[in-house]
């Protein structure tokens, strides 16, 4: 498959899809934002694949909106932004709710959507010197279409300042609050990422989809009657499933399940 502003390598069920715009610091436009989501519905299928990373070339990760983009979003109508924000929308969706795994590997900068696409992962991995910025209320705007994503990576209180104030939140902040996962010394930054794919690999493909949608389906919902029954049913049918079976069996005769081998 071939992409103007993407690249896809892949090495073993790792899939690795680079933001491949380095001379404008990989920000985006309808072109990239159309290849991001067509690239992992593609992945979201792809049986070959167990594990994505999202990635850069170039200094910075995403400096967020193109230029010459937003000039032509200035002279839309009310009907073109709408058009124009769902394909964003898509965009980020597509990442979210791939059945695979998908860890952010960032380096340099993180502004804007670019801060979107990151929290649209599972798992994030920065540099130390990485700084995230929601900078769009310095143009006049808000960080409407990448919020569900970022309130929830970020978490409500540090929303409520960083979308007001476009404060840059460097590197270790952003892993005290809980928006890093991880923090990669310099030079670090591959092994660092490799060390989460290594343990993604260890555990059933199935079981990591399942336990993915499980955390988007339950994180916001009250416990009540009907979650509980449906966290009941969803252990029940991963015991009943091929890889639950197996993972069971494994342990019991203290071997490697099949996925390892």
Known sequence: ??????????EGYVATVWLNRPDVRNAFNETSIAEIAQVFDMLDECTGVRAVVLAARGP??????????????????????????????????????????????????????????????????????????LSEVKLGLIPATISPYVIKALGEQAARRYFLTAEIIPAAEAHRIGFVHELAPDGALNERVAGIVRALLLASPNAVGEAKRLVQDVASRPVDDGLVADTVDRIADIRASDDGREGIQSFLDKRKPAWCR
């Not at 498959?1 to 892949?10: A, H, N, R, S, V």
């Open 60 to 133: 910075a990760f995403c400096a967020g909106a193109d230029l010459n983009w937003m000039r032509r979003m200035a002279g839309y109508s009310h009907a073109e932004n709408v058009d124009d924000a769902g394909q964003l929308a898509r965009m980020l969706r597509s990442i979210y709710r791939c059945a695979k795994p998908v860890v952010a590997r960032i380096q340099g900068d993180c502004y804007a959507g670019g801060v979107g696409l990151a929290a649209a992962c599972d798992v994030v991995v920065a540099a130390e010197g990485v700084k995230f910025c």
């Open 1 to 10: 498959m071939e992409f103007q502003t993407l690249q896809l390598t892949q």
